[in-house]
């Protein structure tokens, strides 16, 4: 392969408002990937305070940026020399936003506030306002973004444009948009989207989730990472347990993927001259 890397999928769940108990089990999740070889571990959404939308039982246990967990974060992948995406309730002044941080041994790299709130977030959390980043590392660009993002098909095309070769996903996948929960194949409706997102947008797709009953949540699991084919590499993981799988990828999938045939390049493709996309003051 030539550009290899080793992605850890931690479908792991956290207790409402359990801050330590959930920081502790991130901790230790991490340190086994690490361990395992792995380059770059994806952790859930709101995997810290819990999946919960209670502002102010939420508020006092919120953390900046620069607080404990992407702390703690930070030191384990300065100390395995890899990154690390995962979700947390951030604090900013007098608002909470539901975000996402990749940390790697230079400190956060990447930081991302989810932007498409899912039903009762949007009484707790402020609306994302930071765009949809990507990042360098030392095996390909990766952006971010969280769960019910992926239901806004503009998310991964405006990131793959920006020359995402992975888009790592929080997720705290749940029943509510769709109807069915799971297929006969265990996937759920969101990672089926996944795969085609994938596929249309020649990317890797890691989406790592919680699974199983917390609280008053019944989350699908169901983390699945899937090539920029659109074939699944691993998963879905179980629909109720905790899992740490580790797959091994070629990051240079990404750019061949681009090409399908002798006269079909997805990218080039593209009737720029007629339609565009627009983030801030930039056209894609």
């Known amino acids: 392969m030539e550009h290899p890397a080793t992605i850890a999928m931690a479908q792991i769940s956290g207790e409402p408002y359990e801050l330590e108990a959930n920081r502790q089990l991130c901790v230790d999740t991490i340190g086994r990937a690490f361990e395992g070889g792995a380059n770059l571990v994806v952790l859930p959404e709101l995997i810290v305070q819990g999946y919960v939308a209670d502002a102010a039982r939420l508020f006092p246990i919120a953390e900046s940026i620069s607080g404990p ?68 590392t030392r095996f390909g660009t990766v952006g971010i973004c969280v769960c019910y993002d992926l239901r806004f098909v503009e998310v991964v095309r405006i990131m793959a444009l920006k020359g995402a070769d992975i888009i790592c996903v929080p997720t705290a996948w749940m029943p509510g948009y769709d109807q069915q929960r799971w297929d006969a194949d265990g996937m759920s409706p969101q990672g089926r989207g996944a795969e085609l997102q994938a596929n249309l947008n020649q990317v890797f797709i890691a989406c790592a989730s919680q699974a199983g009953e917390h609280g008053q949540c019944d989350f699908l699991g169901s983390s699945i990472l899937v090539d920029p084919y659109g074939k699944r590499l691993m998963g879905p993981l179980s629909g109720s347990d905790d899992e740490l799988i580790l797959v091994d990828i070629d990051v240079a999938d990404a750019k061949r993927a681009q090409t399908r045939g002798e006269m079909i390049s997805p990218r080039a493709d593209r009737r720029t001259d007629i339609y565009g996309i627009r983030i801030g003051d930039e056209i894609l």
């Open 69 to 136: 967990t992407v702390g703690e974060w930070t030191k384990l992948a300065r100390e395995a020399e890899g990154y690390i995406v995962g979700g947390f309730a951030e604090r900013d002044g007098q608002s909470l936003y539901n975000t996402a941080v990749a940390v790697g041994p230079e400190g956060v790299i990447g930081h991302y506030r989810k932007t498409h709130l899912f039903a009762d977030e949007k009484v707790a959390f402020v609306p994302g306002d930071l765009g949809f980043p990507v990042f360098r």
